[in-house]
């Protein structure tokens, strides 16, 4: 039931752009990215909701593929404060919980 | 930042003891939900709240319980400590529930726990 997301790992060197896919066996309402950086606590970037939408600010967006039941991060030019594990929580049946992928490593070099 | 305080932040305890981790919340956020993250598991529901007096199981509920009284606190308690209950808690707040625009979820600090 866990989403499985890839790549696990991924480095870059800075200006470099990276995409972070989160696959689900299930149907999904809607798919929540999140950055966490080492010792920090997970920090949310943004929330795609039913309906195919894609979003973004600055220069990370997402999108969102109903029929697919996955959702894709997008990070362009990264930066080096890009760096950090990102999580998608995923709701698959319109209640109370999100179910996260295991995370991918993104590792950001000059 | 959304306010959102946990303690205590670290905590070691000996397997067999009670232990009570607290979040405790500013922003009159109506859900509230404690989290364990482990390395490869990323974060695991243990327990949800969505209202005083209102909560619900999540996927790995057993040997934890909950309690809310008030819409600022919300309490995790490990009836007696397991060493397989060593991990980071984190606690996390939403206005709304995740379906919904406002369903974004707000993380405390996190208490990281040993148990012996």
């Known amino acids: 039931q866990q989403p499985v997301q890839s790549p696990q790992a991924v480095i870059l060197r800075e200006g470099e752009d990276a995409v972070i896919n989160c696959s689900s066996s299930?149907?999904?309402?809607?798919v929540h990215w999140y950055r966490q950086k080492h010792g920090e606590a997970p920090v949310f970037l943004m929330i795609l909701l039913k309906g195919g939408e894609q979003k973004g600010h600055d220069k990370i967006s997402a999108s969102f593929n109903e029929k697919k039941q996955q959702s894709s991060l997008y990070l362009t030019a990264s930066q080096l404060s890009y760096s950090g594990t990102y999580f998608c929580?995923?709701?698959?049946?319109?209640?109370?919980?999100?179910?996260w992928g295991a995370g991918t490593k993104l590792i950001i070099k000059p | 930042d959304a306010g959102i305080t946990q303690s205590p932040r670290h905590k070691v305890t000996e397997t067999g003891t009670p232990v009570t981790l607290r979040c405790h919340q500013t922003e009159n956020h109506r859900y509230m939900y404690w989290y364990r993250q482990d390395p490869g598991h990323g974060l695991r529901l243990i327990h949800y709240s969505y209202g005083v007096k209102d909560t619900d199981k999540g996927e790995v509920s057993d040997g934890y319980s909950v309690s809310r009284s008030k819409t600022e606190d919300f309490l995790l308690t490990l009836e007696s400590a397991t060493s397989s209950q060593t991990s980071v808690y984190f606690c996390a707040i939403s206005f709304l529930r995740p379906g919904l625009a406002g369903g974004e979820q707000f993380f405390g600090p996190g208490t990281r726990l040993t148990v012996l």
């Open positions: 929580g995923t709701d698959m049946d319109s209640n109370y919980q999100l179910i």
């Open positions: 299930k149907a999904l309402y809607s």
